[in-house]
Structures are given as structure tokens and as C-alpha cells.
């Protein structure tokens, strides 16, 4: 499947999340293509739009914030339709004091994007200096190319990922708040899946916002006894009176069960859009 692929997109460089699920998507289909590394998530999304030969992997949910909207938004308004999730990974989050110094209680600044700092407020507020010099960057791979610009006491926050990347001491591990917070990415493209018999598919539906509209949804489920994993919904617009609901489950469109399924889906729903079916890796 991925073969056909010569590009993959990562959201953020420097040793970002992204970065290290493409790591992982590599050495698991043993693949090398390629990167291009982009700022924004909308920006990714457009670069695979425009060029069916590449991939991204972006992320799509974390543990304490949920499901991250602008992937899903603009994931299923591309304009190749058949753009969708080629497959999915968790990635155990893990933000790191990283320094070129090898001693913590040396660190008297510290070079961090605003995310980042929000992130570990706690760690920074308890466990670091109080006279902390801190300066703001705009990502991960600032900060790091920003520290050859101070001296030795001063560090960052990144990933192990970027500690390998530019040579770095990695001084204190898991500082974000959230101790127990995984990352969930998705690959999208333009390419197809094979069934694994460990699958699960991913749906848009668009719906009337009416009373008893998501019970009519949830009940198509029951009769096939399919397993939701997931389901959100949204209103289409400010002024609309249509929502979209999107839900997550297990098996793939290529089940016969499931063709059914999408089969009866259909009449309640004004719309539906098949974003993905995928396995884990």
C-alpha cells in the first residue's frame, strides 16, 4: 500500500510527535520516503490534496484534550474524495528538558514555544528555578536551533526525538502535566486498504438536527452488533440546522457486514462519507 507513496508530510520538525509516528510507520512496513516537514495542519492536509504521490501523518487526538477538530475538519472537505486515514498509531506523549549542560540544577533559561510552556506549567512553576529566564519561540525546532545562541545553562523542551536530532542531553523526562497523555496520529492518502480482520473504519454522517436523529444512527449499530468506538458530532455551520456526527468502529468498509451497515445508514442520514479504513501499527 504504501509503496505507492515517494513523500511523507510531518506536522512540525524538530522532533515532533509526528516525526517520531513516522519513525515508527517506517521501521513497521520498512519504508523510506522522502520528508517535507509543515507548520499547519491545514497546510499538510492541502499538500496531500494536491499530490496523490504523498502522505501525512497528523495527529488526531490526545488523551486529556479529545479528538483534535481541524484534522477531522478539513480531512473531510478535500477536495479528492478519496483522500482518507491509511492507518493509525498511539504515541506515549513525553516532553523532555533537553540541554547541551548535563546538569538540571545548572539550567538557569529556558527556550520554549508557547504550547509547550502551557503544557508543563506545573514542572516549570515547581521544579525549576524561580529566577528562570524564560524566552518564547514559535516551535520545538526554534528552540532547539535558538540554544546555539546561549550559553550552556540555558535549555529546552522537546522530545527524545529531538535530543538525538541536534545532539542533546535529555535532563528530565515526562514534565507535561498530564502524566498519563498519549498522542493518537493518522496516515492519510490517496490509496486503499486491504481488510486485516483488525480494523476500524471512520465515518462522517451528516444529519438533520432533529430529536432522536443520533438514537436512529446508534440503533443501525445495534442491529449489525458493530462496536463504536468513538462518536462526536458538530453543527455544520453557525446558521445550519444540519450536524455532522462523526464515528469511529470497528471492521472494515470491504466486510460484508459492514457494507450492510453503511447500506442502512444511508436513508437516516442526508450524507455519508467514508474517511478511512485502517489498522494500527
Same mark, same amino acid.
Given at each position: %500500500? ?10 512540525? %520538525?524538530?522532533? #515532533? @510527535? +509526528? ?9 513497521? @512496513?520498512?519504508?523510506?520516503? $522522502?520528508?517535507? #516537514? ?12 494536491? !499530490?496523490? !504521490? ?7 487526538? &490526545? ?10 475538519? =478539513? ?16 504515541? *506515549?506523549? =513525553? ?6 549542560? &548535563? ?10 514555544? *508557547? ?9 516549570? /512553576?515547581?521544579? %525549576?528555578?524561580?529566577?528562570? !529566564? ?14 546555539? =545562541? $546561549? ?10 526525538? &529531538? ?14 502535566? @498530564?502524566?498519563?497523555?498519549?498522542? /493518537? ?20 454522517l451528516f444529519l438533520d438536527d432533529r430529536q432522536g ?19 462526536? #458530532?458538530? %453543527?455544520? +455551520?453557525? =446558521?445550519? &440546522? ?5 464515528i469511529d468502529f470497528d471492521g472494515h468498509k470491504e ?11 444511508? *436513508? *437516516? ?8 479504513? $485502517?489498522?494500527?501499527?
Amino acid at each position: %500500500m504504501f509503496e505507492d507513496f515517494n513523500e511523507v508530510i510531518c506536522l512540525g %520538525m524538530g522532533g #515532533s @510527535y +509526528s516525526e517520531i509516528a513516522k519513525d515508527k510507520l517506517f521501521k513497521a @512496513y520498512d519504508l523510506f520516503m $522522502y520528508q517535507r #516537514s509543515l507548520n499547519g495542519i491545514k497546510e499538510c492536509i492541502d499538500y496531500v490534496d494536491e !499530490n496523490s !504521490n504523498a502522505i501525512a501523518i497528523l495527529p488526531v487526538e &490526545t488523551t486529556y484534550k479529545g479528538i483534535i477538530r481541524e484534522t477531522i475538519d =478539513n480531512l473531510i472537505t478535500t477536495k479528492n474524495q478519496n483522500i482518507q486515514i491509511l492507518a493509525e498509531t498511539v504515541i *506515549p506523549v =513525553n516532553d523532555c528538558i533537553l540541554s547541551k549542560t &548535563t546538569e538540571f540544577y545548572s539550567i538557569s533559561g529556558l527556550i520554549a514555544n *508557547p504550547n509547550a510552556l502551557a503544557k508543563c506549567k506545573k514542572f516549570i /512553576r515547581e521544579e %525549576m528555578p524561580r529566577q528562570l !529566564n524564560v524566552v518564547v519561540a514559535e516551535s520545538m525546532d526554534e528552540s532547539a536551533r535558538m540554544l546555539n =545562541n $546561549y550559553n550552556l545553562t540555558y535549555s529546552i523542551i522537546g522530545t527524545p526525538k &529531538t535530543a538525538e536530532l541536534y545532539n542533546l542531553n535529555i535532563l528530565k523526562e515526562h514534565i507535561e502535566d @498530564y502524566k498519563i497523555n498519549n498522542r /493518537r496520529l493518522i496516515v492519510i492518502g490517496d490509496g486503499e486498504t486491504k481488510p486485516t480482520g483488525h480494523d476500524k473504519t471512520s465515518i462522517v454522517l451528516f444529519l438533520d438536527d432533529r430529536q432522536g436523529a443520533l438514537l436512529d444512527i446508534v440503533q443501525v449499530f445495534v442491529k449489525y452488533h458493530i462496536n463504536i468506538t468513538q462518536i462526536n #458530532s458538530k %453543527m455544520v +455551520s453557525t =446558521n445550519s &440546522t444540519e450536524q455532522a456526527v462523526f464515528i469511529d468502529f470497528d471492521g472494515h468498509k470491504e466486510d460484508d457486514t459492514i457494507k450492510k451497515l453503511i447500506e442502512d445508514l444511508t *436513508p *437516516p442520514a442526508k450524507g455519508i462519507r467514508i474517511i478511512g479504513s $485502517y489498522t494500527s501499527f
